[in-house]
């Protein structure tokens, strides 16, 4: 069985420069989560998508989200058999195993929900019937920000759905010159093989499951958790699929360092990325993240860290 660091190796051949990103969407696959990716166009937010999906032998479905896609579209629909008369269910792309959704915030809200019963419980359910999707499922979103002309705003309900928020930023001068160099003669991403298989990433991701984490970080866990809720700085706080969330990505993030066990700072260097894009600020005018990451550090500030 292969391990999945090279996963991490194989993504950093097309995305330079951005080891916390490209580590933070493989936990996002080890965890059995689902990742959102956001930053302004043209930073590399696709290619990461993409890059991942490829790096494993998957069926892998992307969806250009637009203003006027139905949840049809991304689902599927039932269509009439001229043969038989009766109605076939024709499988939309949200049957596969990495789906990328390319600038989920410029589809309507009515289009977003959709995802959200697959996204939740690895179903869809359409006219009365339950298909099941996949395993293993993975969604991996891209938006753009909310100041871009022409999107929408993600409603709490389907940010929650992410297990990890990830921005790339602009790059360096120096990885800028990188990335000119890769892409002279072809894009690096056409040729990237596969260096997983499906029956590596489903093993993985069933070991993930029997990481330790012991009964003081929990405790710790749920002190950052029981922060977030004061309603004196937040009118959000991390739900329970939240605290989930982070328990199971510091977890993903122990097997991804060769560690059976988890340690203090696999929880606290996943808060800001489990948590930033779900909570909600009281009384200040910066941004929703920058204001959410800024509250989640002093939270870190102060919670005492178990020895």
Not at 6 to 33: D, F, P, T, Y
Not at 167 to 176: F, M, N, Q, R
Not at 183 to 200: G, I, K, Q
Not at 230 to 240: C, E, H, M, R, V
Request: aromatic share 4%; hydrophobic share 45%; glycine share 6%.
């Amino acid at each position: 069985m292969s391990e999945p660091g090279c996963v991490i190796q194989n993504i950093e051949r097309v995305v330079a420069g951005k080891s916390e990103a490209v580590r933070l969407v493989v936990i996002g696959l080890l965890a059995e989560g689902h990742v959102l990716i956001e930053d302004l166009p043209g930073t590399g937010k696709t290619t990461l998508a993409q890059a991942l999906a490829r790096s494993f032998d998957a069926s892998f479905r992307r969806v250009q989200c637009t203003s006027d896609m139905l949840p049809a579209d991304i689902l599927g629909v039932s269509v009439l058999d001229p043969a038989t008369g009766t109605f076939r269910f024709q499988r939309g792309p949200i049957f596969g195993h990495v789906v990328v959704t390319d600038e989920l915030n410029r589809a309507t809200p009515r289009t977003q929900s959709a995802l959200l019963e697959a996204m939740n419980e690895a179903q869809v359910s359409i006219d009365g019937t339950t298909h099941p999707l996949p395993r293993p499922f993975l969604v991996v979103a891209t938006q753009n920000p909310i100041e871009v002309e022409g999107t929408y705003p993600l409603p709490e309900s389907q940010l929650d759905r992410f297990l990890l928020r990830v921005a790339l930023g602009y790059p360096s001068k120096d990885v800028e010159r990188d990335i000119l160099a890769r892409h002279e003669h072809a894009p690096p991403l056409a040729a990237l093989e596969p260096v997983a298989t499906l029956a590596d990433v489903v093993a993985w991701q069933t070991s993930v499951r029997s990481v330790r984490v012991e009964a003081p970080l929990i405790e710790y866990l749920l002190a950052i958790v029981e922060a977030t809720r004061d309603p004196k700085t937040f009118l959000l706080g991390a739900s329970t699929r939240a605290a989930l969330g982070l328990r199971r990505a510091a977890q993903a993030s122990a097997f991804l360092d060769g560690r059976a066990y988890c340690v203090p700072d696999d929880v606290k260097r996943l808060v800001v990325p489990v948590f930033a894009h779900r909570v909600l600020t009281r009384g200040t005018d910066e941004t929703p993240i920058v204001a959410s990451t800024e509250r989640l550090n002093e939270i870190l500030g102060r919670v005492p860290v178990p020895r």
